[in-house]
């Protein structure tokens, strides 16, 4: 698993379900679950070294894919 590899895993999803289960299943001192709402940025600029994403951009609309860019995109100039 991840955890044991990073020093804090933030795991998001839109999903309260998900979130919940996750919650239920996965009790890791260094992991914390969270709804999160992709339209807004509840993290500061620059809070991680790594971002993984798995079995999300399959199931965005194109909104929420172009916001997603522009973020993605800032946290690349953030780090030059």
Do not use: T, W
């Not at 020093?7 to 919940?20: C, H, L, Q, R, T």
């Not at 509840?42 to 999300?56: C, L, M």
């Amino acid at each position: 698993m991840l955890a044991k590899h990073f020093g804090k895993i933030e795991g998001i999803d839109v999903s309260s379900e998900a979130i919940s289960e996750c919650n239920r299943n996965y009790k890791i001192p260094n992991v914390n679950f969270q709804v999160f709402d992709p339209n807004k940025q509840p993290f500061p600029d620059a809070s991680f070294d790594f971002i993984g994403s798995f079995q999300v951009f399959e199931l965005m609309q194109p909104p929420i894919l172009s916001g997603m860019s522009g973020r993605c995109q800032g946290l690349a100039e953030a780090q030059s």
